[in-house]
């Protein structure tokens, strides 16, 4: 029988499924987004380019590339998802506040800026040369957003666990991040078809 989680218990495997599934469901909804400007701001082929390949080959292509994803989901996961959790529940029990969401963005920016600064220095004194600022700025900021929504995810089903309620499942985040990313697709392409045929 599974032992119950105490408020107390930092991380469990449970929580790493979800986040990592939420990793997933963002980077689906990331490459949405991308495919959705793709389609809206279409770049002139160069001369005698036959253009992409068909989207139906992508069907062929998850079964390589989902472990892959999975893979580098679960890295993300222990580099930056683990470590701002844990850091939350030690700032939020220093602090006060303890078990607050907002402590996890705040966490995720540390983290995040811990991270960016560490590559930044390392490659810095390797090459002898530093990248423009800006660019520390974007990672630090892309690192950041990808990280809050899934230690909120985990926070969440944490919760939901030790208060007794059905926590979240990794498979269902998954299910329900990469559909809705696909029924955004599909939404936009029928619009954009439903316009085109009224419009002509």
């Known amino acids: 029988m599974k032992a119950a989680i105490t408020p107390h218990q930092a991380w469990t495997w ?3 499924k979800v986040a990592a599934a939420g990793v997933v469901a963002e980077a689906a909804l ?5 495919f959705l400007w793709a389609m809206a701001h279409p770049e002139p082929l160069p001369e005698g380019d036959p253009g992409p390949d ?4 992508a069907i062929f292509v998850l079964p390589v590339l989902l472990p892959l994803v999975t893979a580098a989901a679960l890295a993300f ?3 930056f998802v683990l470590p701002t959790t844990l850091l939350a529940r030690r700032a939020g029990s220093w602090w006060g506040g303890a078990g607050a969401w907002w402590w996890v963005p705040a966490a995720a920016t540390a983290v995040a800026a811990v991270a960016v600064a560490a590559v930044g220095t390392g490659t810095g004194l390797t090459r002898g040369d ?5 660019v520390y700025l974007w990672w630090w900021l892309g ?3 990808a990280t809050v929504p899934a230690a909120l995810l985990a926070r969440l089903s944490n919760l939901r666990d030790t208060t007794g309620r059905t926590p979240l499942r990794g498979r269902a985040v998954m299910g329900w991040g990469c559909g809705g ?4 697709v599909l939404g936009v392409v029928a619009v954009v078809g439903a316009l085109d045929a009224l419009v002509g």
């Open 14 to 16: 449970s929580m790493t």
């Open 30 to 34: 990331a490459l949405t987004v991308l």
């Open 54 to 57: 068909s989207p139906a080959l």
């Open 77 to 79: 996961v222990s580099a």
């Open 130 to 134: 530093a990248a423009a600022p800006a």
């Open 143 to 145: 690192l950041t957003v």
């Open 181 to 184: 990313a696909v029924g955004l």
